[in-house]
């Protein structure tokens, strides 16, 4: 049987690899995080703000950006598994390759998906950032000392219901607000380019359903719909207990700062499968691992929207 599930191991990892490929660049990632790769596999990575935002100093100033990002960024990258089984009697059936490569394209994927959820921990779980605030606070403090607030109050009729109306006015107050935030002060941003890289986290149907009709209708009676088409919106269906009905905004410019920093010590590699289960039971466990860390980086990337 170990030579079984070496041949099987052999032929399903490449597939599962690729699908891991194809997945990987459609997802969210790059809109919620700067993916920086360090295959060192330190038990703790120590990075220079500078190192991952090169543009850093020409975007906040030499002297502010040392002052305000003096510290190093210090993350722990963490293993992380998908791990499935399969049953050891296909094998005698010879249809074991067959469960083991379908179960592999599941692993790929969720891989893929994983990363994703792993960063938006930031939002999901208010971490703190480098200023010593929660990530969505209105005590915040820019670089050069300035204060500023990530967190937008909004009135709705029906705080859990809002209509399409009430979104449109709270999308029009994040976005004025993400935009006086920017830190990229020695950039030329273009209306076009803010527009494609919002994205819209929801959390409760009701929420969603009126975000969906904003970005999806042509018009609304004579009024045409501005932000048609004009936002990525992602349901997020675990939210953290009294946030269900926030909206968190990201603005994701080209080449511009993320609300996370990603790190990547190893990525998935071959299938590896539990040979001690190979006798003890018909069910043999197999997956990947790979390891993985993550920070906040810049709060001036999103708000929070909040209703009253």
Do not use: C
Request: aromatic residues 10%; glycine residues 6%; charged residues 25%.
């Amino acid at each position: 049987m170990l030579s079984d599930l070496k041949s099987i191991a052999v032929k399903a990892t490449p597939i599962a690899l690729d699908i891991y490929d194809q997945t990987d660049p459609t997802t969210l990632l790059p809109f919620v995080a700067v993916v920086v790769r360090d295959p060192s596999l330190a038990e703790e990575v120590n990075l220079e703000w500078a190192a991952v935002f090169p543009e850093l100093r020409k975007w906040v100033g030499d002297r502010v950006a040392q002052q305000g990002f003096a510290g190093k960024l210090k993350i722990r990258p963490e293993l992380f598994e998908v791990t499935l089984d399969f049953d050891s009697i296909d094998i005698e059936r010879g249809t074991a390759l067959l469960q083991a490569t379908e179960k592999a394209t599941r692993i790929g994927r969720a891989f893929a998906v994983g990363k994703v959820l792993l960063a938006y921990r930031v939002l999901r779980e208010n971490q703190l950032t480098y200023d010593g605030q929660d990530f969505f606070d209105d005590a915040h403090q820019h670089p050069d000392g300035s204060l500023a607030s990530n967190l937008v109050s909004v009135v709705r009729a029906d705080s859990a219901a809002p209509d399409v109306i009430e979104v449109r006015e709270e999308l029009s107050a994040a976005v004025d607000r993400l935009m006086a935030n920017s830190i990229l002060r020695d950039e030329l941003v273009r209306s076009e380019e803010v527009r494609k890289g919002l994205v819209v986290f929801v959390r409760s149907q009701k929420v969603w359903s009126a975000y969906e009709k904003l970005r999806t209708e042509k018009s609304f009676g004579a009024d045409p719909n501005l932000w048609q088409g004009a936002f990525e919106l992602v349901r997020d269906f675990k939210p953290k207990a009294g946030t269900e009905n926030t909206v968190d905004i990201v603005l994701a410019t080209p080449n511009g700062p993320r609300p996370a920093i990603f790190v990547v010590s190893r990525e998935p590699q071959g299938l590896k499968f539990d040979q001690s289960k190979e006798f003890a039971s018909r069910y043999i466990p197999f997956g990947m691992d790979a390891m993985y860390g993550v920070t906040p980086a810049f709060w001036q990337t999103a708000v929070r929207v909040q209703p009253t």
